[in-house]
């Protein structure tokens, strides 16, 4: 039963370019949230997919965008980036209203020059 | 709103001490989930322990061991007989029953020495 897993491992991208990362949710999951993990920082909440929509969104930029396919995968878009973009970006998935039952990916790790 | 305090940004120990990870939250939610993982340097989040509100009981699990207070909004981690391969990054998380937030403590990284 494979877990969560998340493409690429690494990335390195220039200020200004946009960027896409991606998720596998863990089998039989429907519900998809992506996080952001600065350097020396605690994961913070960018949003959280179901049914293709985004149910809820932390306090990031209209610069982060995301999109859920049917068969429940995700792609985290940021456009414009900036330099305080570079982050460890984290996906995890659960089911519908089982929020507290999410399991993490090994993330990607985002360095914008 | 909710939110996770971690006071301690790094403790340093050397092998076989026991130590205690402190975590103070806030939430209005009378139904939440508390939570500590474990971040290596590879960077994956290891989940170590879930606890609802409603459940006070301290748990132990080999080595280490969870210490449940509302009365003190705490839920604090206490590694035994610490070992090197126990250093790294300890979070502590909080998540209300009908937020999808899952808000993250700032971590505090262990380190333990031989």
């Known amino acids: 039963d494979a877990g969560v897993t998340q493409s690429p491992t690494h990335l390195i991208k220039t200020r200004g370019q946009q960027v896409t990362l991606r998720c596998s949710p863990k089998?039989?999951?429907?519900?998809v949230s992506w996080y952001q993990q600065a350097l020396g920082q605690g994961p913070q909440f960018i949003f959280q997919?179901?049914?293709?929509?985004?149910?809820q969104r932390g306090n990031f930029p209209d610069r982060f965008s995301g999109h859920q396919f049917p068969n429940y995968s995700s792609e985290l878009n940021v456009n414009a980036l900036l330099l305080g973009d570079s982050a460890l970006y984290l996906c995890a998935s659960s089911l519908l209203g089982l929020s507290y039952e999410q399991y993490f990916g090994p993330g990607t790790r985002l360095t914008v020059t | 709103a909710q939110k996770v305090t971690q006071a301690q940004t790094e403790i340093s120990v050397v092998e076989k001490e026991d130590v205690t990870l402190d975590c103070v939250y806030e939430t209005r939610d009378t139904t939440y989930y508390l939570f500590w993982y474990k971040q290596p340097p590879s960077g994956e989040l290891v989940f170590l322990i879930r606890r609802n509100s409603f459940d006070e009981q301290n748990e132990i699990s080999g080595r280490y061991s969870w210490n449940f207070q509302k009365s003190t909004s705490s839920f604090n981690f206490t590694i035994t007989a610490s070992q090197v391969v126990d250093s790294a990054v300890y979070f502590c998380?909080?998540?209300?029953?009908?937020?999808?937030?899952?808000?993250f403590g700032a971590g505090t990284r262990l380190t333990v020495k031989p």
């Open positions: 997919y179901y049914e293709e929509e985004e149910r």
């Open positions: 089998s039989g999951h429907d519900t």
């Open positions: 998380a909080l998540s209300e029953a009908n937020n999808n937030d899952m808000r």
